[in-house]
């Protein structure tokens, strides 16, 4: 099977380039934050301090998480309930990326994405989908943008669902999630050595999109 691995900070632009990659290619697209976000949106739900370790081991030892594809579209389940309406508010975010420090949590997901990955041409997209999900994945890419764009794209995504947030929060929130994924201890978000380095700022996710597929056709 293929694997195409897109890494990089909150923001960039992942999920957009990587789904349509996916589409041009006829490969699947697998939205590992979604599966990270399912978890921490249970665990909030039942009462669980996602940065306490202790407790979510006992979380993550007790719950399982999946995916699924409907009609070509993900769905992320966690405890066995489809969850994905629910992944994408803000609070969300803050509370993935704490879940997501844990080693268990990255070692049971990560089995997740190894096994869809093993099964299907797929899209990745992720923050260590090129450094130790895939290490040997074909294609790798690590997408990234100046901050101050990258919270406005956030911000324009969050204002059209009606969010009530500034964009002072949400650069601070982008800046606060950095630091988070960079500097948990394992599997941090990182470039891969063998991954290309590319700039979004400025371009549009169909130009980066283009660019990679035209990457793999070649
Ligand atoms: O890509 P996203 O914003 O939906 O991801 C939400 C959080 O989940 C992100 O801040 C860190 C975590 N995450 C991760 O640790 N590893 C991944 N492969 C994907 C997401």
């Known amino acids: 099977m293929i694997n195409i ?3 990089g900070p909150s923001g960039a632009g992942k999920s957009t380039v990587a789904r349509a990659v996916a589409k041009k290619l006829g490969y699947i697209y ?17 009462g669980v301090d996602v940065t306490d370790g202790k407790r979510v081991s006992e979380y993550i030892a007790a719950v399982d998480a999946d995916v699924r594809y409907e009609g070509g579209e993900q769905r992320v389940f ?4 489809d ?7 803000h609070r969300i975010s803050k509370a993935a990326s704490d879940i997501s420090k844990h080693t268990e949590v990255r070692i049971k997901l990560s089995e997740i994405q190894r096994k869809i990955a093993a099964a299907n041409n797929a899209v990745l997209d992720g923050r260590d989908a090129g450094t130790y999900v895939l290490p040997n994945a074909k294609y790798k890419f690590f997408l990234t943008a100046d901050i101050g764009e990258r919270a406005r794209r956030r911000y324009a995504e969050l ?4 969010a009530e947030i500034t964009i002072e929060r949400v650069l601070k929130d982008i800046e606060a999630r950095d630091y988070n994924d960079t500097n948990r201890d394992f599997a941090p978000l990182r470039q891969a050595l063998d ?6 700022t400025g371009k549009s996710a169909e130009e980066v999109a283009e660019y990679i597929v035209g990457k793999v056709e070649n």
Do not use: C, F, M, P
């Open 30 to 46: 697998l939205d590992t934050g979604a599966i990270y976000r399912a978890l921490a949106y249970t665990a909030l739900n039942a």
């Open 159 to 162: 204002a059209l669902k009606g």
């Open 5 to 7: 691995t897109i890494d």
């Open 78 to 81: 966690s405890g066995g309930i």
């Open 83 to 89: 969850v994905t309406e629910h992944i994408r508010a």
């Open 195 to 200: 991954a290309e380095y590319i700039d979004s």
